[in-house]
């Protein structure tokens, strides 16, 4: 009999999987199959999945080592992962495999991964874009790792009372992370704070010395990242700051114990927790040694890892690509400088050459408050030594490039130098990415065309090659084929196994379109998928919806720009509509929302209350007959998006035209059927051309619209005196109608729509919104126009993988080779 251990962990069968789950439950969990919890089967389960994880993911690195491969080192303050259960299952090709095998011990997989918390690493589209790009880059087989900061608390846990965000800590880790393995011995030593000393050596060269006045250690923990089809293992390294023992040692020995926890504690608050706001940054010093913390481990690793095969840095930037993932990796240029130049020797010039060849960024924002800038006295005590070494990047640049091309204009000089000269003085991150880096590039067209002609138009005219785009893409790993079985095996069978690698192989779903009875089976998936939501809904906020009306889903960050307000003020003229007249005619509708607002962020935080108190009175109220709900889902995140965007009719993308860089929702919601209804912002511009404009709901102003409005001066009482309804409802939030006994409770919204200006222009695009609506509400009442509309969105989607994106930076920026993994 052959022993099922020596053959290779792949080709586990049913019972094989079975014998291994029980065998870790046993030896790994210590415990039994009688006492065991369903904890300790998802963890026992995770064991076995890593035992072909770990194979995979030495037969990588060996590979990658032997072949001294050139890699791109993704570095991201975040890394939204969600859960890896399901994810891990299917890109090894074992989700079938274990699903049978846990069912033979009565037990249901998909109620196991249930028991995993997500990992929530980051804020919102930019986090979870970096993490869909991990799993793209291990699919094609690219020698990539991420880099981030391995967070002790994610982002907070949204718990709402009496209809308010209460934010409460995340502890994904709280009963251990199966996925995760430490790596003591690659921990690093990091310097902060002190002085920098200007020395005279022996070979009588002046040199810079920096004293630090802190040693931090870095610890690394790794999570591996495979691949579709598990030929490739990458890894995502997370660095967790501990003290130093170094540190620890010094003040034990004088007798300052105390002191020394206390050393302990300020060392360990640098990875502590993620900072919740998903544009601006207001000058805290903990983020920035967050970034620094972060990118100086990522460094040291780096170049120890080079050293392993290279003596010196000729072959530097052959090897090494580092991509930016916004500015908040941006210190890692001046880092890597400080490195070059003062611990490995070399020349300005030599060490400033690599830079720019090394680093490319990723911009993802235009709004002017989200540009990262820091105080220069903050810098000065932090990084003494990186602000001397940005001064002098700055001093070339203005003087090489900027005086070059337009002599002695100091105008130009104050806009693009890396320091702002207004009190207190500012480094301008933004600026010092532009200048390093050889490839800038925005998400989506409409974005890097902005980012090129309004950001950035004298860096552009500088160096015009440096700008580019990639488009976006998300993962249909993780955004169809694992969130959406059913669907996925009705694609399977429909086109081929093909489409989870290449996604434009779903074209071919168009020709069933029109086909009445592909058009069912559409359907019914979708059915099915929203009455599993229903029973979410129910359980989650006691809410009762019925799968036959509308689900009209708007999930994303709380941003006034991202307009949650413009949803509700409709809803709160649909609702005024059907009081009016109880005949008034649409399709049941059920408004679903799921945000989370920055925790100072005030009228983000009054608008989620002012979404739950306005649901709360309609969805109470006999009179309407159930034709309007509204629910907010609490606690927004990866895995319950995973259970919104199956079962999603209508996609929710409307931004004030120029203002959402690209959104990533708005792809994942398309790929699974949903009808976008839209402006001219972002992505929404490419996916309407991908769906064709039939197949999509767009409305109001476009980037040029509103730059003209705005240039005229725009006024929203314009529109409020000129529209009775618009009046209506913003005067109903005057009331205590929706807040009984306590009137006033929702003005805020109405006063930023007015007295405030509305910035993003709400009411400019309200009867546009309006009619857009009245256009999906006829639509869907035509069943067979409304399911060939759905299929052929899942059908066009194609562009929006994020194996594309990958393929984009590859060809564009990184020029990396795939390596094959034997
Ligand atoms: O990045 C988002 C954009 O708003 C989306 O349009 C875009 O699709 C997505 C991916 O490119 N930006 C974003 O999520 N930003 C942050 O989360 C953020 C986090 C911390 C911070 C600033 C921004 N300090």
New binding site residues.
Partial sequence: MVNPMEKPLFELDKDEFKQEIVHHLRTTLGTSEKKASKQAWWMATCATINQMLFERLTSTQQTHLQKDTRAVHYFS??FLMGRLTANNLHNLGLYKTCEEALKDLNLELADLCEQEPDMAL??????R?AACFIDSLATLGYPALGYGLHYEHGLFRQEIRDGRQVERPDSWREYGNPWEICRPESVQEIPLYGYVETVFGEDCQVRKVWHPGRIIKGVPWDIPIVGFGAQTVNILRLWESRASNFFDWDVFNHGGYVDSQKEKAEAETISKVL?P?????AGKELRLVQQYFFCACSLKDIMRRYKRTHTDFKEFAAQIAVQLN?T?PTIAIPELMRELIDEEGLEWTEAWNICKQVFSY?N??LLPE?L?TWPVYLFERVLPRHLEIIYEINAYFLKNEVDAKWPANNEIKRKLSIIDESNPRRVRMANLCVITSHKVNG?AEIHSKLVKEDLFPEFNQLWPDKFCNVT?GVTPRRWLLSCNQELADLFTETVGTEWPLNLDALRELAKYADDPVFQKKFMDIKLHNKEKLVKVIKAETGIDVSADAIFDIQIK?LHEYKRQQLNLLHILVLYRRLLLNPEYDIHPRVFIFGSKAAPGYRVAKDIIYAINKVGERINDDPRIKGKLKVVFMPNYRVSLAEKLIPAADVSEQISTAGY?????GNMKLAMNGAITIGTLD??NIEIAEEVGEDNCVIFGLTVEEVKELKARGYSPWDYYYANAEIKSALDWLDTDYFTPGRPGELQSIKKSLLDYGDTYLTLADFASYDEAHQRINSLYRDKARWAKMAIINAASVGKFNSDRSIQDYVRQIWHLDKCDIS
């Fill in positions: 303050a975040e980051g804020n919102g589209g930019l986090g874009l900072y706001n998903d544009e601006t940054e916004d908040h990723t993802h924002t989200a990262e998400v976006n960050r959402e860089a690209s959104g990533t972002g992505a």
